[in-house]
């Protein structure tokens, strides 16, 4: 096929580690990352790293960064692995189009790890019965009422 380019690093998985933690920085994680490294390739990014190899080592490198801070670091799958020329910004001029996800997503991780945080070390909170409110739900009657209503 005229065009096509050959898979880099086949039989290979790509993941993206990201990092929004109070406690560590990507180079903290990256430097955990390199004690274990073996058979991965890593490449440091601003929000953390994307780690490329086979699945088997690429899960168990994870599996040593998360241990660092496991509500603050996050995995994500990525498609292309590092310098893949039809991903690559090299290539391509400017940022690549992922990132700007990226930066979105980042935004909303801090209320993420407070929800694990909670499932970790759930405070408890007494209900009183003068503190727990009584909600109705919509009746099945009041729903087709408001069905017919928009049909």
């Not at 960064?65 to 310098?83: E, N, Q, T």
């Not at 009746?139 to 928009?150: A, F, Y």
């Amino acid at each position: 096929m005229k065009g096509t380019i050959p898979p880099l690093y086949a039989g290979t998985v790509t993941k993206y580690v990201f990092i929004e933690s109070y406690k560590a920085t990507p180079d903290d994680i990256a430097a955990r990352a390199y004690e274990v490294s073996g058979r991965v390739m890593i490449k440091e990014t601003c929000f953390g790293l994307q780690i490329t190899g086979e699945e088997e080592e690429v899960e168990r490198v994870i599996a040593h960064i998360r241990a660092l801070d496991p509500a603050h670091i996050y995995v994500k799958d990525r498609g292309f692995p590092p310098g893949d020329p039809r991903r690559c910004r090299a290539n391509l001029g400017g940022a690549r189009p992922g990132y700007f996800g990226h930066e979105y997503e980042m935004g909303f991780i801090r209320r993420i790890a407070i929800g694990l945080e909670e499932l970790e070390s759930p405070s408890e909170r007494p209900v009183h019965g003068s503190e727990q409110k009584e909600t109705e739900g919509l009746s099945v009657k009041r729903l087709m009422e408001l069905i017919e209503q928009e049909a």
